[in-house]
C-alpha cells in the first residue's frame, strides 16, 4: 500500500503548506509587535507563556500597527473607559448637577 501512503502524505504536505503561510503571517504579526507595553513601557517576554496569556494586543490592520498592553494598563484603561460611561451615565440621569468631590491622589 505504497502508493496510497504517498498520496496522503502529499495531501498532508499541502495542508502543511496552508497551515505554514497562516503561521507566518501571525509570526509576522509577532514581528511588528513591540517587546514592552505601549502604555508603560514595561518589557513583554516573549518567551513567558503568562505574559502572552495575560498581555492584549491591539492590531489595527488599516495602519499597519499593532499595540502591546499589559494587564494592568490594559485594567486600568478598561477602568477608565468604564468611569468615563458611569460618569457620563450619572450626568445625563442627575441633569448636569456635579456638587461630588473628585477623589484625586
Ligand atoms: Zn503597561
Redesign the pocket.
Known sequence: MGSLKRKLERKQQKKDKKLEKEMSKKMMMFDKLEDH??????PFDKKSKEHVSTWNVVVREKEDVVRL??P??WGKANKLIEEIQNDLRDRSERGGESSEQSESE
Do not use: I
Not at 507595553?37 to 514595561?42: I, L
Open positions: 507595553c505601549a502604555a508603560c513601557e514595561k498592553y499589559c494592568e494598563c
